[in-house]
């Protein structure tokens, strides 16, 4: 089996506990903008060492290479997430996962008008199965009623820059190093963000250990290791075949729910979580 399929999932399946701690951080006081600036004030040095001890060769970037991980850190994982991270404000995490992850039907459809893919029984399959499966797993039906339309909102804007980030780091950064690539992007996301706050209004909020534990988890469990990993597989395998992967998530984001929040689980869901797993096996022969 090829690393990008690896790769693609074990991104998913740790993405799939960012909701979790996100909805823990709200808890301790803190809203999606701080828990961001914080989260990528503790990436950054986090990675530069790293780097430093795996290969220092890594931290040497070109200017075209620099000006593209520029536009992918502010337009795309700085609206991506900070569109994520306020929908956890107005809507649960399954409801939220759903939304996000209605960005394999975008790549699909970018896929489909702007690179001409030829359409065939595995790739409609593939992703009719996924979509379906997400639905179920969610529980969509029985939640309409907790909907809320800026939530909602928010939740599909993160999808729509999270299909920018596959599509655009495919196209433009397909020889950069996954690291590399990484680590400049965050950097270039929080120079975004501190223009509308800087870090000494987020850091005299008050850390509470459970926070700053909180940040610190979502800085590498949800940040440094599954955006790394997505940004190889995609080199490898290419962001069709991963966004169709990244519904791992779903099932995972369910379990966690069902096994911390204390959110329901039905035989439904379960249906629902054996599709998109069933979906993301069968990627394999999608040429």
């Known amino acids: 089996m090829r690393k990008g399929y690896f790769y693609s999932a074990l991104s ?15 808890s301790e006081g803190a809203d999606s903008i701080n828990i961001l600036i914080l989260q990528y004030i503790i990436s950054i040095p986090i990675m530069f060492f790293a780097m430093l001890l795996i290969d220092k060769n890594t931290l040497k970037i070109d200017r075209c290479d620099l000006y593209h991980t520029a536009i992918l850190g502010v337009i795309g994982n700085t609206l991506m997430t900070v569109f994520y991270y306020r929908a956890f404000n107005y809507l649960n995490v399954s409801m939220v996962t759903i939304l996000l992850y209605t960005y394999p039907v975008m790549v699909f459809i970018y896929s489909m008008i702007f690179e001409k893919m030829d359409l065939d029984f595995n790739k409609i399959f593939a992703i009719i199965t996924a979509f379906i499966g997400c639905f179920l797993t969610l529980g969509l039906v029985r ?23 596959n599509i655009y780091s495919e196209k433009n950064m397909k020889k950069l190093n996954p690291l590399t690539m990484n680590f400049y992007s965050i950097i270039f996301s929080l120079l975004s963000l501190i223009i509308f706050r800087f870090p000494v209004s987020a850091l005299g909020k008050g850390l ?3 926070l700053i534990i909180c ?3 979502l800085a590498v469990v949800c940040e440094i290791i599954p955006l790394t990993l997505l940004y190889a597989a995609i080199k490898d395998i290419g962001s069709l075949k991963v966004s169709i992967i990244g519904n791992l998530e779903i099932p995972t984001a369910m379990l966690l729910s069902f096994f911390i929040l204390g959110e329901s689980m ?3 869901q379960v249906l629902g979580a054996v599709m998109v797993i069933y979906a993301v096996y069968n990627i394999r022969k999608i040429d």
């Open 12 to 26: 998913a399946v740790l993405f799939g506990t960012c909701g979790i701690i996100i909805k823990i951080a709200f």
């Open 143 to 165: 939640q309409v009623d907790v909907l809320s339309v800026k939530g909602c909102i928010f939740g599909f804007l993160a999808a729509l820059f999270y299909t920018f980030m």
């Open 208 to 210: 509470s250990i459970k």
């Open 215 to 217: 940040i610190m988890v």
């Open 266 to 268: 039905t035989l439904l």
